[in-house]
């Protein structure tokens, strides 16, 4: 990121008024912030574990989104940003329109929301508001994780904003150091890497696909990468399922996360079912949740099928 913070970096998109407010809020209202949300026609709006607060011109923060201090974004506002998210060229990022997001400096993904042309491209158009999440690296969160699956397969579980990702990617620090590992980042979240060189600390061994799907990018690893581990974030389709049950067959063991917040809710989800039918994974990892990110409610063992 070139030495600047993620909030530095979000800054640099927005417009003058918005970045002017921004740059004049105090130091101790920028940490533990998780998302900054602007949206056409209301306060731009600052969220924290647990709370919303709203950016004022002044840049203080106020719990009261009908403060007449506040900053509302206009539709102009929201165009410029995404054009500058584009590089002012809006023609060249139909795929980041069409999937409805961009991952910038720093892995912080911005998810775009609109409406959807009815070509069969289906990009997004008149924008309407943009959501900044701001990826973060707590050096040691997974220590204990670490310590207690020494290196199993390991899922991880947790609903929105939990730290799902922020966890895989201190373990994938951790392991990184101690074995081969392959880590398939196909939204450059995790790695944040630019020129093939990444942003933050992965481990030593880790071998990165990024822009890859999960199921292109796990049989690629698996094919010319020979890991001991393959970690990936978010599997969700069945196709992701298959890939990991072909590479496990193979002899890698895998770390991935899933968007669960229970024993009961993983267990609904039909791409981690075959893979725990099967034996994949040793662990399931459940969070707390938005309120304390990244931290582990509990390590629950998983039995192996014969």
């Not at 130091?27 to 998302?35: G, I, N, Y």
């Not at 310590?147 to 939990?162: D, Q």
């Given at each position: 990121?070139?030495?600047r913070t993620s909030?530095e970096?979000?800054?640099?998109?927005a417009?003058?008024?918005?970045?002017?407010?921004m740059?004049?809020t105090?130091l101790?209202?920028?940490?533990?912030?998780?998302?900054?949300?602007?949206?056409?026609?209301r306060a731009?709006?600052f969220?924290y574990?647990?709370?919303?607060m709203?950016l004022?011109k002044?840049?203080?923060?106020?719990?009261?989104?009908k403060?007449?201090?506040?900053?509302?974004?206009s539709?102009?506002?929201?165009?410029?940003i995404?054009?500058?998210l584009?590089?002012y060229?809006?023609?060249s990022?139909?795929?980041?329109?069409?999937?409805?997001f961009f991952?910038?400096?720093g892995?912080i993904r911005?998810?775009?929301?609109?409406?959807?042309?009815?070509t069969?491209?289906r990009t997004i158009?008149?924008?309407?508001s943009?959501?900044?999440?701001?990826?973060?690296?707590?050096t040691?969160?997974?220590?204990e994780l670490?310590?207690k699956?020494?290196?199993?397969?390991?899922?991880i579980?947790g609903?929105v904003n939990s730290g799902k990702?922020?966890l895989?990617r201190?373990?994938?620090?951790l392991?990184?150091?101690?074995?081969k590992v392959?880590l398939?980042?196909e939204?450059?979240?995790?790695?944040a890497s630019i020129?093939?060189i990444p942003?933050?600390?992965?481990?030593a061994?880790?071998?990165?696909?990024?822009?890859?799907?999960?199921a292109?990018?796990v049989?690629?690893a698996?094919?010319t990468l020979?890991?001991?581990?393959i970690?990936?974030?978010e599997i969700?389709e069945?196709c992701?399922?298959?890939?990991?049950?072909s590479?496990?067959?193979c002899?890698?063991?895998?770390?991935?996360?899933?968007?669960?917040e229970?024993?009961e809710?993983?267990?609904?989800?039909?791409a981690?079912?075959p893979?725990i039918?099967?034996?994949v994974?040793?662990?399931?990892?459940?969070?707390?949740?938005?309120?304390c990110?990244s931290r582990?409610k509990?390590i629950r063992?998983?039995?192996?099928?014969c």
């Amino acid at each position: 990121m070139n030495g600047r913070t993620s909030y530095e970096t979000i800054s640099s998109y927005a417009t003058p008024e918005i970045r002017r407010a921004m740059s004049l809020t105090a130091l101790e209202d920028r940490r533990d912030l998780s998302e900054i949300r602007i949206r056409s026609g209301r306060a731009i709006s600052f969220v924290y574990p647990g709370r919303i607060m709203f950016l004022t011109k002044s840049g203080r923060l106020t719990a009261n989104h009908k403060n007449s201090a506040c900053i509302a974004a206009s539709a102009a506002d929201i165009r410029e940003i995404v054009e500058a998210l584009c590089r002012y060229s809006v023609h060249s990022c139909s795929k980041e329109l069409r999937e409805g997001f961009f991952v910038i400096g720093g892995g912080i993904r911005v998810g775009v929301s609109g409406t959807v042309s009815e070509t069969e491209s289906r990009t997004i158009r008149d924008f309407s508001s943009l959501n900044f999440r701001i990826a973060r690296s707590v050096t040691g969160c997974a220590e204990e994780l670490f310590r207690k699956t020494s290196g199993s397969s390991v899922l991880i579980c947790g609903g929105v904003n939990s730290g799902k990702t922020t966890l895989l990617r201190d373990l994938c620090r951790l392991l990184g150091d101690s074995r081969k590992v392959a880590l398939i980042d196909e939204r450059n979240e995790i790695s944040a890497s630019i020129g093939g060189i990444p942003g933050r600390d992965i481990g030593a061994m880790t071998d990165v696909i990024i822009g890859s799907g999960r199921a292109a990018g796990v049989a690629a690893a698996v094919r010319t990468l020979s890991p001991d581990m393959i970690i990936c974030d978010e599997i969700s389709e069945p196709c992701d399922a298959e890939a990991i049950l072909s590479g496990f067959g193979c002899g890698v063991n895998f770390t991935a996360s899933l968007h669960a917040e229970s024993y009961e809710e993983m267990l609904s989800r039909k791409a981690a079912v075959p893979l725990i039918e099967s034996g994949v994974f040793d662990y399931a990892v459940f969070l707390w949740g938005s309120c304390c990110p990244s931290r582990i409610k509990e390590i629950r063992r998983l039995a192996r099928c014969c």
